[in-house]
């Protein structure tokens, strides 16, 4: 069947890696689902990917794609939950053995993936495969950062650490959904305007001094922005972090984060309930996931080559 994997890890030219192609057809074991993808979106995972990070050598090749949308057998449409654990620690998230698709199961950049049958859920009518496709990584993610994690109530003011990425495309609409008030760090004029756009109240220069402390901080950038979102946000109030883009050794100021009694709290994608309370969020609210760039999957190396070069509007969707 048609796929986009990745050949073999390829820490320093990770698209050197990346192949369009053919991969064999899975066999379907029980209690699992084969998924006729229809669109799937690009994540900086598949990039980590590439580049060999959070998956074993052994693994590859590896189809690439976290997350997606598409038809079962019997026609029924569906959104991709892309953890697969165990349910009984509660939250499929904490289960020490859980695997995200792509980490041991093939991913979903093919005509077909294969998930436990739990993965799947009922793709909203009001959602087209492109939009639900964004659902299951960077929207999930956004979502439990918020509503699980955060603390925040509306009226409260949040801080989002860049403007254009996935994650941070998908907190503004929602913290702006919740009541948020949604302040956003751009790295460009641009990427600030698109921001404003998708319901920020203010955006700034990554870095620029704040107005005020923040209730929270919400962190994907990692160690470019991390000395900024330590000093944005207000005593006792919290920073969530569920990434490290620009790289993971920040200084972790120590010293302020006890005299201001900072909470940092980090967060991991989201379990099957999270998934289904975010896609019935949006239909209530009428939030649609913006989508910055749409490939045909055959020309998945574009996406990939925007990601790379942070040359982000929002989700980057493939369809098939
Ligand atoms: N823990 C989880 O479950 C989970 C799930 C999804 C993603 N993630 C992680 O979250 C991160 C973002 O993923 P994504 O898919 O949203 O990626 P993305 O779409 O490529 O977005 C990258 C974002 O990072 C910002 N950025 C990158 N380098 C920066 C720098 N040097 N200074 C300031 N801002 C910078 C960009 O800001 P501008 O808009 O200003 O360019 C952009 O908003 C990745 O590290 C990913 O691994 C984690």
Request: hydrophobic content about 40%; charged content about 20%; proline content about 5%.
């Amino acid at each position: 069947m048609f796929a986009v994997y990745a050949a073999e890890p390829n820490p320093d030219n990770p698209l050197d890696a990346l192949r369009v192609g053919e991969r064999p057809e899975p066999d379907v074991p029980d209690g699992w689902v084969a998924v006729s993808v229809r669109a799937a979106s690009l994540n900086m995972h598949d990039l980590w990917t590439l580049r060999g990070v959070g998956i074993k050598a052994e693994q590859f090749p590896m189809i690439l794609g976290c997350d997606g949308a598409g038809v079962l057998a019997d026609g029924t449409e569906v959104v991709l939950h892309g953890v697969i654990g165990d349910p009984s620690f509660g939250d499929e998230t904490l289960d020490p053995k859980r695997t995200l698709l792509t980490e041991k199961h093939q991913g979903t950049f093919a005509d077909t993936v294969i998930v436990p049958e739990g993965n799947v859920l009922p793709k909203p009518a009001g959602l087209s495969f492109a939009e639900a496709a964004c659902m299951g990584t960077a929207w999930l993610t956004a979502f439990r950062m918020l509503f699980s994690r955060s603390e925040m109530r509306p009226g409260q003011t949040m801080l989002v650490q860049g403007a254009s990425g996935g994650v941070s495309t998908a907190l503004i609409a929602l913290g702006k959904a919740a009541g948020m008030r949604v302040w956003v760090t751009g790295r460009s004029e641009e990427k600030r305007a698109l921001a404003m756009s998708l319901g920020a109240d203010e955006t700034f220069e990554s870095g620029e001094r704040l107005p005020k402390r923040v209730d929270a901080v919400f962190e994907t950038v990692g160690k470019a922005t991390w000395g900024h979102s330590m000093r944005s946000v207000k005593p006792g109030g919290t920073i969530v972090v569920s990434g490290s883009t620009s790289g993971p050794d920040a200084n972790a100021d120590l010293q302020r984060l006890f005299f201001n009694q900072i909470r940092v709290i980090g967060s991991m994608m989201g379990n099957h309930r999270e998934l289904a309370d975010l896609l019935a969020f949006c239909e209530l609210k009428g939030i649609r996931p913006h989508i910055g760039a749409e490939h045909a999957m055959t020309d998945a190396d574009k996406g990939f080559e925007q990601m790379l070069a942070g040359d982000t509007a929002g989700k980057i969707v493939f369809t098939l």
